[in-house]
């Protein structure tokens, strides 16, 4: 299993000092906190896509992905969202098709629709449409990274005759997509049908909601012929924040959740943290409380940790990254490898996706494998 934390670049107002810091701050905190993730040993470090405060997350993620590409030799770089319905799919399939070159092949992307009703004006759609967007536009960016000669004609943008994105993916393998969904069965049938994982951002949802969701989509991953339901590739998100004692961390963490943008000023951290995933505590609690996610959402292959939300100080991040290297994902690695059957499918990477390819399981959508097919 892959291990990573993963930033949506608010900029909050510290509760302890009322102070916010400024965009230039901000944005390179995140290169500090991803340079500190691979330092510690993570996996993955992923970034949200906005276009609007209190964020300042790139509006175009493979621009930070391609600097920290230059940064880093190891970690893979994610997107906590790429926004897909107001992100043109011939920009996506571009973009990121360059930072995966850049990257040497360390380059994946969580697709999302956004929660955002204001930002699809800006880009000239409508949110009653978020759902056909989403469908189309992947179809659509599916075809880019598969086709050199792309013909098309949709709803939603002006039609393609001939078209061939540039550059082609890395070794003519695409870089890897998640369909990000809370909420839609849309998105899990969407992952499901073209054989592509799945991640539950379940920060803000409680275990039985997400196990429907992710039980969804293994039963359609199925039924489309990708493979056993089990082989379903599942990543989960989760918010900790950690001291050596309980209580501490408790009194710590209270006023930057209290003020948090997305979640402040609703339930009591008591009632949020027996709610859903998030876990304010010690290493053992965090480890503790991981390790009980496979039992709604089974063997999984990616699990990222929200850490620097809530006008938390870079320092105090920092310190919970090193936290998270030294004490809790080496436990979880160990643990996670006694307890998962052989058939569980390894992480996605590109060298996992060139094995497939080259073994002909290339997942093929609507049913089947290549070799199958």
Known sequence: MQFGIFSIGDMTPDPRTGRVPTEHERIQSMVTIAKRAEEAGLDVFAVGQHHNPP?????????????????????????????????DPVRIAEDYAFAQHLAQGRVDLT??????????????????SG?????ENYALLHRLWRETEVDFSGRFRTPLQGFTSTPRPLDDIPPFVWH?????????????????????????????????????????????????AEQAIVGLGGQVFMRRNSQDAIREFRPYFDRA?????????????????LTVGTPDQVIERTLSFRDYAGDYQRQLFLIDHAGLPLKTVLEQIDLLGEEVVPVLRREVAARAPQSTPESPTHQVLARRRAEGRDPVPGGGTAAAA
Not at 131 to 135: K, N, R, T, V
Not at 190 to 203: C, E, L, P, R, S
Request: hydrophobic residues 35%; charged residues 15%; glycine residues 10%.
């Open 55 to 87: 964020f300042v997350a790139p509006a175009n993620p493979p621009i930070l992905m391609a600097y920290l590409a230059a940064q880093t030799s190891r970690i893979q770089l994610s997107t906590a969202t790429t926004l897909i319905t107001t992100t």
């Open 111 to 128: 697709l999302g629709r956004g929660n955002t009703g204001p930002v699809y004006p800006w880009f000239g759609k409508d949110i009653r």
């Open 131 to 135: 759902i056909p967007l989403a469908l």
């Open 261 to 277: 943008p997305v979640y402040g000023n609703g339930p009591s951290l008591e009632d949020f943290s027996a709610q859903t995933p």
């Open 180 to 228: 990000g969904s809370i909420r839609s069965p849309e998105i899990a049938e969407q992952a499901a049908y073209y054989g592509d994982g799945f991640f539950h951002n379940n920060i803000f949802w409680n275990k039985e909601h997400t196990g429907r969701m992710i039980e969804l989509y293994r039963s359609r991953y199925a039924h489309y012929g990708h493979g056993p």
